[in-house]
């Protein structure tokens, strides 16, 4: 053997080089393709399994897929016919300005450069929106006592009392059992606003027909007694800040008067000097505009004395609250799909939260041991707890009949 000088090693390139230029066996080249195809196989394979295990565990629960949606849509169907009925009265009112229209008074203020606003700022159906949900208004509402009959029926029982009694609220004291009734009539009532025609519609929902419609009614009346006391209010305000400023027009015009008396009684002949023509000219206009003046606050204060006795209503009720013939719908088919679909998600969870947990027992056993003897643990110490629980309250019953 000839010596011959050592190789070096391979390179990666050059083994790969190698492997390609090596001939593949029958078929190398599609072979070769097949291998390279198969991790794509095998994904799509586990997504067909996936997909078949999915469907797999929702067959092997479909007793709970079909029960458990029935169930709730029929239970929901059930409490709805159960509950009492309830019946809702609606109120459509518009509110309309009550005070003086102040547009003489505001025109005269531009002069001086004053901006005046015309109306009243707290007209709009917002306003109302909220002053009807205002807790003292409510209150008012709530401590009102009612009389009204039972049923539409000539011989029903006639039901009286302030809506804590009737709505049966308890607490502790009178006034958490007001505060406790505002909450629940605060759920009762839907009030919904419309800006392009400045209507306000309130609903008030309860268990009597009659009683929606007093509530309506009682919660109209409270808006206007607020409104009226507030114009009332705002005009005695108004009037006696013009009795100031009619006063003080008054001497200013009088002042004027004087002065313009003064001027004629001194300058007969005026017309024949340019000077105490003009002199006249400048005197006469502010004449004008102080009698200008004082007629506008005279009539602005005769106005506000009116508006400080008016007792008008302020709101234009366009549909009085009356009572329902009916009762509010049930809904009951909206019910019954909602209750299934909800029924439906319970049961898709609870049918893989089983599957995971028969999964887990077997590959898990001590850590599941461990659980169930946790929970039955749990379960006994409650269980103690209430006869611990109910023992005392015997106690306390016991102590207080004595």
């Known amino acids: 053997m000839s010596d011959l000088p050592p190789q070096p090693p391979a390179s990666d390139a050059s083994r790969e080089e190698a492997d390609a230029a090596r001939p593949s066996p029958a078929g190398g080249g599609a072979s070769g393709r097949i291998v390279q195809a198969m991790p794509l196989l095998v994904e799509s394979q586990s997504e067909e399994i996936s997909l078949a295990a999915i469907l797999a565990v929702l067959l092997r629960h479909r007793r709970l897929l079909v029960l458990l949606p029935l169930t709730v849509a029929f239970l929901w169907v059930v409490i709805s016919l159960i509950l009492p009925r309830t019946y809702t009265s609606e109120a459509i009112f518009t509110p309309t300005s009550g005070t003086a229209q102040l547009s003489q008074l505001a025109g005269l203020a531009a002069q001086f450069g004053v901006n005046l606003p015309q109306g009243e700022t707290n007209q709009s159906p917002d306003f109302y929106a909220a002053l009807v949900q205002s807790q003292d208004l409510l209150r008012s509402a709530v401590e009102t006592r009612y009389r009204f009959p039972a049923s539409d029926d000539p011989d029903a029982d006639t039901l009286s009392g302030d809506l804590v009694q009737l709505f049966d609220v308890d607490g502790d004291g009178r006034a958490v059992q007001v505060a406790k009734t505002i909450e629940e009539l605060q759920d009762r009532l839907h009030i919904s606003t419309d800006a392009t025609t400045g209507l ?203």
């Not at 003046?293 to 366009?318: C, F, M």
């Not at 893989?352 to 006994?380: G, I, K, Q, S, V």
């Open 200 to 402: 306000v519609t309130v609903d008030v929902r309860t268990h009597w027909a009659a009683l929606s419609r007093d509530v309506d009614q009682r919660l109209l009346d409270l808006v206007n007694v607020f409104n009226l006391q507030t114009r009332q209010t705002q005009a005695s305000a108004e009037r006696r800040f013009l009795e100031t400023r009619v006063a003080a027009s008054g001497d200013s015009l009088r002042s004027m008067e004087d002065s313009v008396q003064s001027f004629l009684e001194h300058n007969r002949s005026y017309q024949n000097s340019p000077e105490l023509r003009f002199q006249y000219d400048r005197m006469n206009r502010r004449l004008t505009l102080f009698q200008q003046v004082y007629t506008t606050l005279s009539e602005s204060l005769e106005q506000a004395k009116i508006d400080q006795v008016r007792n008008t209503p302020v709101i234009t009720v366009v549909g009085p609250p009356q009572a329902p013939a009916r009762p509010d719908r049930l809904h009951l088919l909206v019910k019954a799909f909602v209750g299934i679909l909800l029924g439906g998600v319970l049961a898709v969870a609870g049918a893989f939260a089983a599957e995971w947990a028969r999964h887990a027992r077997r590959a898990e056993p001590d850590d599941y041991r461990e659980l169930d003897d946790l929970w039955r643990d749990t379960r006994e110490d409650v269980r103690a707890l209430w006869g611990r629980v109910r023992r005392a309250w015997h106690g306390v019953r016991s102590r207080a009949a004595r």
